[in-house]
C-alpha cells in the first residue's frame, strides 16, 4: 500500500467513528451513567470489535472484492440506507435519560471490555464501514502482512483519538449532557453529521 492509501483509510475511519453511532451513544451514555473509567474500557471493546472486522475484510475480502462488485455496490446503497435510519432516529429520539440510567453500573474493567466488544461486533454500521466503505479506499489484492500491521496500529490511534474525547467531555461534563436542551442538541448534531456521511458514500464512484 501507499502512503496515500493509509492516509485515505485513516481519514474514512475517523470521519466514521466521529459519527455518533450505536458505539458511541452507548459510550457516551456509559460516561454518563457510570464515569471515565468504566467507559474507557468499554472503548477498548470497541476498537477490538474493529479489529476483528479489520482482520476479517484483508483475510476474506481480498480474495472476492474484484469477483463481486455489485454485492459491494449493494452494501454500498444498505449502508446509505441504514445511515439515513440512523439520522432519522437520532432526530427523533437518540440519547435519551433513560439510556443514560441503563448504562448506569458498577461493572468491572473486563465486564465493560466485552461489553464494548459484543456492540462492535453486533453493529450494522461498523458492519458497513468495513465491507463497504474499506474497499473503496483500501486496494485490499495488494495488502501485505506489514500493510496489515500499519492498519491495525492506525485503527487502535484513530479509534482511541476520536473515542477518548467523546468519554472524557461526557464523564466530565455529566450534569451538563443531562439536560434536555444538551442531549437534544447532540442529538440533532448527530443526525447531521449521518446525513452528511450518508451522502458523501451515495455520491462516492
Request: no cysteine.
Amino acid at each position: 500500500m501507499t502512503l496515500a492509501g493509509f492516509l485515505a483509510y485513516s481519514g474514512a475511519l475517523a470521519v466514521a467513528a466521529a459519527i455518533p453511532g450505536p458505539g458511541v451513544t452507548a459510550l457516551v451514555a456509559r460516561a454518563l451513567g457510570s464515569g471515565f473509567r468504566s467507559s474507557l474500557a468499554m472503548s477498548l471493546g470497541l476498537v477490538l470489535g474493529d479489529l476483528a472486522y479489520l482482520t476479517a475484510v484483508v483475510l476474506g475480502l481480498a480474495m472476492v472484492a474484484q469477483s463481486f462488485g455489485m454485492v459491494f455496490l449493494a452494501i454500498k446503497w444498505l449502508g446509505v440506507a441504514y445511515l439515513a435510519y440512523l439520522a432519522w432516529n437520532f432526530w427523533t429520539s437518540g440519547i435519551t435519560p433513560e439510556t443514560i440510567e441503563a448504562k448506569k453500573g458498577k461493572d468491572g474493567f473486563l465486564a465493560s471490555l466485552l461489553a464494548g466488544l459484543t456492540l462492535t461486533l453486533g453493529n450494522p454500521k461498523t458492519m458497513i464501514f468495513y465491507l463497504a466503505i474499506t474497499p473503496t479506499v483500501v486496494d485490499l489484492r495488494s495488502v501485505t502482512l506489514a500493510d496489515y500491521g500499519i492498519l491495525v496500529a492506525i485503527t487502535v490511534v484513530v479509534l482511541m483519538v476520536v473515542l477518548v474525547p467523546y468519554l472524557a467531555l461526557a464523564s466530565q461534563a455529566r450534569w451538563f449532557l443531562k439536560t434536555p436542551r444538551a442531549l437534544k442538541a447532540l442529538n440533532r448534531t448527530a443526525a447531521g453529521f449521518m446525513v452528511g456521511a450518508a451522502a458523501a458514500i451515495a455520491a462516492r464512484q
